[in-house]
C-alpha cells in the first residue's frame, strides 16, 4: 500500500513579528527568516509562515492591508520567488484578500510549491468571533467574510489539510481532509494571551489524534506594541498527539521531522482509520 506521505520531510515553521504597519518591511523580514530556515537546515523542504504574517491583525486594518490574489500582487510574488528558489512548499500564512469582484475581504493562506506555482488558496472559513467577559472580544464579520470550502493541498511528498486559525476549532475540516488521505493539518493562527493557554495546545493535539495525523500550528510572536497580543507557541504534533516542537512567545523557526513510518505505526497500534461506524454516523463523515 501506498503511504500517505512519501517520505521522510522536514518542516519549518517561522514564528515572527510581522504586524507592524510597515507592510513591505513584514514581508521582507518574512523573506530573510524563511531564506534563513532553509540556509540553517538544508534539509527543510516545507516552510510555514503565520497568519496575518505581513499586517496588522486588526479588524479595522484588513482593507487597508488587502491584496488581489494575482502573480504580480506583492505578497504573491514574494512566496513565489521564495519556494522556486529555495525548492521548498511553502504555506504563506495567511492576509487580507481584497476579492475585486466582489469588493469582499478574506483572510486567506496562498500554498506555492517547489517551482513557485500556487497550488492552493484557503480562505478562513470560520470567522474569529468571540466575546469572553473579562477577556478577549473580537469580530472578525466586522470585516472580514468566510471561506466556502475545506482545503485539502496536493503535492509531490502526499496531501495536507488547511485551515486558518479558528478553523481549528472546527474538528469537520480536519477529518474531511484526513480522510481524503492527508498525512497533517496546517493551521497558521494567531490565538491570543486569553485563548492561548485555555486551547491552543490542545486543540493541536485534538486534531492530530482525532485523525492520526501530524498538526503543525505556525503563530506570530508576540508583539507587546499591537494591539492584539499573538500568543507564540508554533507546534508540531504527531499524530500520537506529542508535542514534537514548540516555540516560546517570542521570534523563533522551529523545526520537525514527519515520518511516514510514524504514521504508519500509531495506525497499525491503535487502527481507528479502519474501525469507524459509518452505519451510524454516514451523515457527518462526508
Ligand atoms: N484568532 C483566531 O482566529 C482564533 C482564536 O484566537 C481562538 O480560537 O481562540
Redesign the pocket.
Known sequence: MSKILSQKLKVALIQFIGSTADKSANLQKAAALVEKAVKDQPETKLVVLPECFNSPYATDKFREYAEVIEEDSPSYKVLSNLASKLKIILVGGSIPELEPKTNKIYNTSMVFDQNGALIATHRKAHL?D?DIPNGIT?K?SDSLTGGEKATTVETSYGKFGLGI??DM?FPELAMISARQGSFAMIYP????TV?GPL?WSLLARSRAIDNQVYTLLCSPARNMNSDYHAYGHSMVVNPRGDVIAEAGEGEEIIYAELDPEEIETFRQGIPITKQRRFDIYKDVSK
Open positions: 474569529f468571540i473580537f472578525e486559525c479558528y476549532r493562527g494567531a490565538f491570543n485563548t486551547h
